[in-house]
């Protein structure tokens, strides 16, 4: 069976930290050519460093985030709402939606969530944790989705893959959402765990890097990492702790 995917990137831009958007792009390029790439600024004041290197590439789509929700979710508002405005939805089969420093390594065969009937999974998983509560417990509640709490995990990062028969179905819960800082962003990687766990057919939702928990020990050190060095998992993300303070 063959696929086609569409990436839907959330970027923000602080000149100080490395970015990894073009590199991030062409390992997709590679691995993916007949994909769709998105890339969603969040209000960035020096992006154009970075979409001046970016901007001729063919399947490439630059878009800016101008909805009053911010980081993650926001930017993948922006990217999903593209999708169903133009009709591309149905031209793609699954739709991967990560942070810019959340990046792709190594060929992931989609097809085995298609063998596993899994229509929406994290990257990497965790344990709930049980932080920010009264968010997750706000927006659920907004979304009538808090319940069966106790069966779900965590979505690492708020980077996921989801089939595109959802897209529509996801955007109709983010733009309930509104996030304007980092503590609210966070509390995604909770909140979304239960989303995730709807859009499977309220199943488990196998990780596709597996759990946090086991990085360190099988793959990388989020916190030392250099993405543009081989890595063996399929994704690998370097923690840049970029919040709504951080001086641009």
């Known amino acids: 069976m063959t696929y086609r995917l569409v990436f839907i990137i959330a970027h923000k831009f602080v000149r100080g930290y490395k970015s990894y958007t073009k590199y991030y792009i062409d390992t997709i390029n590679t691995f993916y050519p007949e994909s769709l790439i998105i890339v969603v600024d969040?209000?960035?004041?020096?992006?154009?460093?970075?979409?001046?290197?970016?901007?001729?590439?063919?399947?490439?789509?630059l878009l800016d985030n101008n909805i009053i929700c911010k980081f993650e979710i926001g930017a993948y508002q922006v990217g999903l709402k593209y999708l169903i405005d133009n009709n591309f939805?149905?031209?793609?089969?699954?739709?991967?939606?990560?942070?810019?420093?959340?990046?792709?390594?190594?060929?992931?065969?989609?097809?085995?969530?298609?063998?596993?009937?899994?229509?929406?999974?994290?990257?990497?998983?965790?344990?709930?944790?049980?932080?920010?509560?009264?968010i997750t417990y706000n927006i659920l509640t907004r979304l009538n989705l808090y319940n069966?709490?106790?069966?779900?995990?965590?979505?690492?990062?708020?980077?996921f893959v989801i089939n595109t028969i959802?897209?529509?179905?996801?955007?109709?819960y983010f733009k309930q959402i509104v996030i304007?800082?980092?503590?609210?962003?966070?509390?995604?990687?909770?909140?979304?765990?239960?989303?995730?766990?709807e859009l499977n057919g309220q199943k488990d939702c196998e990780s596709i890097d597996g759990n946090l928990k086991d990085l360190n020990t099988r793959h990388y050190d989020c916190w030392t990492v250099d993405l543009f060095q081989?890595?063996?998992?399929?994704?690998?993300?370097?923690?840049?702790?970029?919040n709504e303070n951080t001086p641009e």
């Open 180 to 197: 304007s800082t980092r503590y609210e962003g966070a509390a995604s990687e909770r909140y979304l765990a239960r989303i995730l766990w």
């Open 148 to 159: 069966n709490m106790d069966k779900i995990d965590f979505c690492w990062c708020s980077s």
């Open 42 to 61: 969040n209000n960035s004041l020096n992006k154009n460093d970075i979409f001046n290197t970016i901007n001729n590439i063919p399947n490439v789509i």
């Open 166 to 172: 959802h897209i529509q179905q996801l955007y109709d």
């Open 230 to 242: 081989n890595q063996t998992s399929y994704f690998a993300k370097s923690v840049q702790q970029k």
């Open 89 to 134: 939805v149905n031209k793609y089969d699954y739709c991967i939606c990560t942070q810019d420093n959340f990046i792709l390594k190594n060929k992931y065969d989609f097809n085995q969530l298609k063998q596993k009937n899994i229509t929406a999974c994290p990257i990497n998983g965790f344990y709930p944790d049980g932080v920010s509560p009264e």
